[in-house]
């Protein structure tokens, strides 16, 4: 599968302390112009075709999407749907869900298939200075979409602040009526202060394994997340997932509004000179110096010694790219998380561990919408 982060404007109004846009492109008003969306679908169309993909998800990212109205939307989605016609392809948006209106609904229910993927942060956004504002008008915008028979998928990205907070805020989301959560890696681009090491992201991944299997073992229900269902069909089954053994150096194609292209949307605004447009064709993409290079580190440069020898190297294969390796400085922890994955294996080695492991990932799979692809396809 293709997937797209299509970004009909950068412009967005919800500052984050982690954001990966710098402040400046995201007060950037610009809209992707006709001509470049049409440059955009064909590409997006040749891309599929030349390298076999059946199906096309597009993401309709930002900046904030719903910035703009809902006949804007509207348009877009009739504009990308003609474009790409005769290819099986599915819509979704990311969203902070602030900007939201009863105007939006149709859009979201038709074009969307009723999804909202929409990120909450619970340290750095604040409303008139106060975080808790910023929250109570979130779960506003929730109750509103809810009302509507929308489904909307939590995303949120650790920080610093959320360390030693993993059973408080999954008592939030299970309090909150989700039974699903998305969790970003704070990425090394952009504003980093507050950005958790390897080492302690992965102790917040197992933090998390600890409440949730606790909850299954008392309730027999438990709230998910991507990552952890990921670590545990890795541990179980050796299969890929989230931040482990992916090929999105490959499948995934970042499109700016002014036609600014890149293969992962945390690297888009640094390394804008190096990429071509989406106006130069898909040779350009293709054959792109610097795309060729990320996908050569993804599958082999990010490979080091201690991947070789690690008994998840089969399916982790050396973890995020963009992810720095910090064995033998900082945290010690490689950038496949491996003191989490180890933590997963010891739980699984009991039947009864295994039995409740096996629980999570069926929690996980009957949810509506696939954990490891910010809720697009089913798992299979």
């Known amino acids: 599968m293709l997937q797209v982060y299509l970004k009909p404007t950068n412009f967005c109004n919800v500052g984050c302390d982690f954001c990966y846009l710098p402040e400046e ?8 112009s006709d001509s470049t969306l049409q440059n955009s679908l064909e590409l997006i169309r040749n891309l599929a075709d030349r390298e076999g993909h059946d199906r096309v998800s597009i993401l309709y990212h930002g900046g904030e999407p719903l910035s703009m109205s809902a006949s804007v939307l509207m348009d877009l989605s009739d504009k990308v749907r003609h474009g790409l016609a005769g290819l099986q392809i599915q819509e ?8 939201l209106r009863h105007s939006h609904i149709p859009f979201l229910r038709d074009r969307c298939d009723g999804f909202v993927g929409s990120s909450i942060d619970f340290s ?3 409303i008139q200075g106060s975080n808790s504002k910023y929250v109570e008008l979130w779960l506003e915008k929730v109750e509103l979409a809810r009302a509507q028979g929308l489904h909307v998928g939590p995303i949120m990205v650790p920080t ?19 039974n699903h959560f998305n969790i970003e890696r704070y990425n090394p681009y952009g504003a980093a202060g507050d950005r958790p090491s390897n080492k302690e992201h992965s102790a917040f991944l197992s933090d998390l394994f ?24 890795g541990v179980l089954h ?6 482990w053994g992916g090929t999105c150096q490959r499948d995934f194609l970042v499109i700016n509004p002014d036609g600014a292209l890149n293969t992962c949307p945390d690297r888009m605004e640094y390394e804008t000179d190096r990429w071509p447009k989406a106006q130069d064709g898909i040779d350009a993409f293709q054959s792109s110096p610097t795309r060729l290079g990320w996908i050569k580190v993804q599958h082999i440069d990010h490979i080091e010694n201690h991947c070789r ?11 995020c790219p963009i992810t720095d390796h910090q064995v033998h400085t ?6 496949g998380y491996r003191s989490h994955l180890v933590k997963v294996k010891e739980f699984v080695a009991s039947e009864d561990g295994r039995r409740f492991a096996s629980g999570y990932l069926s929690a996980a799979g009957a949810l509506p919408f696939d954990p490891y692809t910010r809720g697009l396809e089913r798992i299979a």
């Open 210 to 233: 600890d409440v949730a299997m606790k909850d299954l073992r008392q309730t027999g229900t438990c709230v998910t997340n991507n990552a952890v269902a990921a670590s545990i069909g």
């Open 92 to 99: 979704a948006i990311q969203t902070s869900l602030i900007p």
């Open 309 to 319: 020898k690690c008994e998840f190297r089969s399916w982790c294969k050396s973890g």
């Open 238 to 243: 050796n299969q890929p997932g989230e931040r």
């Open 124 to 126: 750095g956004r604040t």
């Open 25 to 32: 492109v995201r007060a950037d008003k610009t809209r992707m």
């Open 160 to 178: 610093q602040n959320e360390l030693g907070r993993a059973a408080e805020i999954y008592r939030w989301f299970k309090e909150h009526g989700f």
């Open 330 to 335: 900082g945290s010690g922890e490689c950038a």
